[in-house]
């Protein structure tokens, strides 16, 4: 009946992913560094005391949804991940590298 209806199982991806991924990770053994991504990277007002492999995977994920360059240094500006980071989201450098990096992926 899920298979049936894509709307609700990709309701229920996106729900459970994040848990799953946990739980491989924990199971594969990967570094401590790694293990709480999966759960974490989609809480966008996450605070922590250092920069972290979470951080990076925030910004990938915000940069990747957007496209339109006049609203992406203001969802970037407003993350505490970008912030920790301490890059101007309004650099062209930075937006251009950016950039450079999505084509490598597409």
Known sequence: ELLSDPVSLNHVIERIHPLIGDKLLAVWEFPEMLLKLPGQ???FTRESKAVDYIDLVQIATVFCHQRNS???????????????LRLDADSEKLQQELEDARGMFI
């Open 70 to 84: 006049l609203t992406l240094s203001q969802e970037l500006s407003a993350l505490p991940a970008f912030n920790r």
């Open 41 to 43: 990277y989609q809480d």
